[in-house]
């Protein structure tokens, strides 16, 4: 199940780049500023991922599934 999950979210995410890109080129802005803006976007939310440790799991004896471990702070 894991696979088809990963699979249609990476083509939802293609196809979301794909509009945004399209947009960019094509918008009224200069097309490097917005790709700029883009970039940048990108980068903080990776930062944002990093700060909240999204990749620091647990797992649930009980469901056997992943849980962030930001979840159970004391």
Do not use: W
Not at 3 to 23: A, D, K, N
Request: net charge positive.
């Amino acid at each position: 199940m894991d696979i088809v999950q990963l699979v249609v979210r990476l083509l939802v995410f293609g196809v979301t780049l794909f509009l945004l890109l399209e947009f960019i080129v094509f918008c009224k802005v200069n097309t490097y500023t917005a790709l700029g803006f883009l970039i940048g976007t990108v980068l903080l939310v990776v930062f944002i991922f990093m700060v909240f440790k999204r990749y620091d799991m647990y797992v649930c004896k009980e469901c056997n599934k992943r849980i962030p471990k930001s979840m159970f702070k004391s």
